[in-house]
C-alpha cells in the first residue's frame, strides 16, 4: 500500500506538477551528479600527471576504453529507462520492473565478455586506443584495474539511468558522488602516501567504482524504487529486449563514437609526441568538466518527457523542451566564456611543459567557442530518446562524434596538422547544430493534440 502510495505521488509529481520546478528539481541532483564525476575524472588527470608526462598520457588512453564501458551502461541504462519512464507513465509497472532486470543482467554478462577479450589483447587494444611505447606500461597497468571492475562500472551506469528515467535524481546522486568522492580522497593516499603511483591511481579508480554500485544497488533492494529487480523477471522475451537495445543504441552509438573519436584524435596527436596526447586528454577533461553542466540539466528534463509522453500530454513535453534548451543555453554559455577567459590558467593546473601549454590552450579555447552550439543537440537527441523515436534518435547520435568528427579530424590533421586536431571537435559541434535544427523543428510539428495517439 506505501509503495502504490509512493508510485501514485511520483505519478502526479511528474505528470501534473509545474514543469519548470520538476526539471529543475531532477536536474540539479543529475547536474552535481556529472560535476563532482567530471571532477573525480580530473583530480584522477591531475593525481596522476605528477607521477609524468607519459603517465598523464596514459589516463588520456585509458579513457577510450572507460568510454566503452560508458557506452554499454547507458545503452542498456538509457534503453530500460526510457522504456521504464513510458512504463511508469502509462502506470505499468510490472513492465518497468521487466525491463530493468533484463537490462542489468545482459550488463552483467557483456562486461565479463568484453573485459576478458581486452586482457587477451591488452597491448594490440592500448595501442589502438592511441598508446605510445612510452605510455604503454603505465596504460597497461592502469586499465588492468579498470577491467576488473567493468562489471560493477557498467551496472552502476544501468542503474543510475534507470533511477533518473524513475524520477529518483537524489538516489542516483548519492551512489554516484560517493564513488567519486572516495576516489578523490583514494588517489592521493595510495599514490603519493603509500607511493603506488600509477597502480594506487588503478586501484583508487577500480575500489571506488565497486562502492558506487552497491550504494545504487542498495535502493533496488530496500523498495525505494517502482522498477523492481526480481529472479522471476530473468527471462527470455526478445520483444523487450529489442525494445531495449532499439531505444538504448543512441546512447550506445554516441558513448561508442565518443571512444572511437578520443582513440582517433589520441592516435593523431601521438604524431605530435606525448606532450600533444597529454595536452588534449587535459583539455577533452576540462570541457567535459563544463559539458556536464548542461547534460545534467538535460538529464533532469529527460524523465519528465518520457512520462509525459507515456500519459499523452505532448503540451507538457513541448513546454520541458524550451524551458531546457534555454536554461542550458545560458549556464553553458556562462561557463564557457569563463573557462576561455581561464584557458591558460585550467591547462597549466595539469602541466607546466611549453608545448603542452601551446597545444591545449588553444585547443580549449576553439571548444569553448564552440559550447555554444552544444545544447541543441543534446536535449534534441534526449528528445528523441525519451518519446521512444529510435530512427531521429540514433541519427542525431551520430552527428557530434561520427559523421561530423571523424572526417573533420583526419582532413583537418592530414591539411592543418596540430590546427586541425585542436579545431575538429569545435567544426564538428557547430555541424551538428545545424543538422539538428530542421530535424527537431519536425519532430515538434508533427506532435498531435494532448491525449491523442
Known sequence: MVQMERNDTQFKKMTEGPVNRVILSLGIPATISMLVTNLYNIADTYFVSQIGLSASGAVGIVFGFMSVLQAIGFMFGQGAGSNISRSLGGKDEEAAGEY???????????????????????????????STETILPYAATYVKFIIAASPF?????????????EGKANFAMIGLVSGALLNMIGDPILIFYFDLGIYGAGLSTAFSQIVSFFILLSFFVQGKTSSKLKFSYVKLDFHKFKEIVTIGFPSMSRQGLQSISTMLLNNYAAVYGDAAVAAMSIVSRIVFLVFAVGLGVGQGYQPVCGFNYGAKKYSRVKKAFRFTLILSEGILGFFA???????????????????????????????????????????????????????????????????????????????FGILGIQSAQSISDVLTFMATLPLIMHYFKSLPADGES
Open 100 to 130: 530493468a532486470t533484463m537490462s542489468f543482467v545482459v550488463a552483467v554478462i557483456l562486461s565479463i565478455v568484453i573485459g576478458v577479450i581486452c586482457l587477451i589483447f591488452l597491448n594490440p587494444f592500448l595501442r589502438l586506443l592511441g
Open 337 to 415: 566564456i569563463v573557462c576561455f577567459m581561464a584557458a591558460p590558467y585550467a591547462v597549466s593546473l595539469f602541466r607546466k611543459d611549453p608545448e603542452v601549454l601551446n597545444i591545449g590552450i588553444l585547443a580549449l579555447k576553439l571548444q569553448c567557442v564552440s559550447m555554444f552550439f552544444q545544447p541543441l543537440g543534446v536535449v534534441s537527441n534526449m528528445t528523441f530518446q525519451g518519446t521512444g523515436k529510435a530512427f531521429l534518435a540514433v541519427v542525431s547520435s551520430l552527428f557530434r562524434n561520427g559523421l561530423f568528427f571523424i572526417p573533420t579530424i583526419i582532413i583537418g590533421a592530414n591539411c
Open 153 to 165: 562500472t557498467v551496472c552502476g551506469f544501468v542503474m543510475n539511468n534507470i533511477l533518473r528515467f
